[in-house]
C-alpha cells in the first residue's frame, strides 16, 4: 500500500502463448533512492494460480527506482517438462537450447503515494510490460 511518503508496486503474469495466468514465477523486488543509488534487495514472491503476486514488500521511503525480476527459466522449463508427457518436444528444449528469454527485469521510476501495477505479457520469444491500474 502506497503512503504519502512512499510508493507501492504490484505485478501480475499473463502467458500469452496458452491465454492463461502464469502460476509460480519467482518475481524479486529491489529498489534504489537515486539514479546512482546501489540497488537494495527487498524480497520477493513467486504468482499465484492467477499469475498475481499479492505479497511483494513495502518500498523504503525514499525509492525513486525500482526493479521487477521475473525468474521465467524455470517457468518455462517446467512447462516444457509437463508439455512433453504428452506431446513431442517444444521448439525451445529441443536439442537442449535454453529458454531465450531466462529471465525478465523491468526497471522503473516511482514518486511517492503512487501505485504502481506492472503487468507482464509473456510468451517463449517475446513479452511486453506496461503500467496497469
Known amino acids: 500500500m502506497s503512503t504519502s511518503t512512499t510508493a507501492s508496486v504490484s505485478t501480475h503474469i499473463l502467458d500469452t502463448s496458452v ?62 517438462a509437463a508439455a512433453q508427457q504428452d506431446a513431442p518436444a517444444l521448439r525451445d528444449s529441443e536439442n537442449g537450447r535454453p529458454v531465450f528469454f531466462p529471465e525478465v527485469t523491468i526497471t522503473f521510476a516511482v514518486v511517492p503515494g503512487e501505485h504502481y501495477h506492472v503487468p507482464l505479457l509473456l510468451n517463449p520469444f517475446g513479452y511486453s510490460v506496461y503500467r496497469g491500474s
Open 19 to 80: 491465454g492463461r495466468p502464469a502460476e509460480g514465477v519467482a518475481v524479486h523486488l529491489a529498489a534504489r533512492a537515486g539514479g546512482e543509488a546501489d540497488w537494495r534487495a527487498l524480497g520477493g514472491s513467486a504468482t499465484d494460480a492467477d499469475g498475481r503476486c499479492k505479497d511483494l514488500p513495502a518500498l523504503p521511503e525514499g525509492t525513486t527506482h525500482v526493479r521487477l525480476d521475473f525468474d521465467t527459466e524455470t517457468y518455462f522449463a517446467k512447462k516444457q
